[in-house]
């Protein structure tokens, strides 16, 4: 589970978005995630098309080790080193 660590009242993105994931599917909305950069590099600004007003904060390494995992996460493994 990812939880946002604070919400970003007034917030307006100056940049495009450093990351976006689209989720979409047979019967299901689609839904846009977009993760802004901050001035801090540990922290990152959510939005989302679910609730597109609303901005919070999260750390970047949970986004990036929960979220937006890399490719090979996904790749099977075989018993060879």
């Not at 299901?28 to 609303?54: H, M």
């Not at 986004?63 to 060879?80: D, E, M, P, Y």
Request: charged share 30%; with cysteine; aromatic share 8%.
């Amino acid at each position: 589970m990812v939880n946002g660590e604070s919400f970003r009242d007034k917030y307006t993105p100056s940049t495009s978005p450093a990351y976006q994931l689209l989720i979409e599917g047979n019967n299901l909305l689609k839904i846009s995630v977009k993760c802004y950069e901050t001035e801090s590099k540990d922290d990152i600004v959510i939005n989302s098309s679910i609730n597109p007003d609303v901005y919070f904060t999260m750390k970047r390494a949970d986004l990036l080790n929960k979220i937006l995992k890399s490719q090979k996460s996904f790749l099977k493994r075989t018993g060879k080193k």
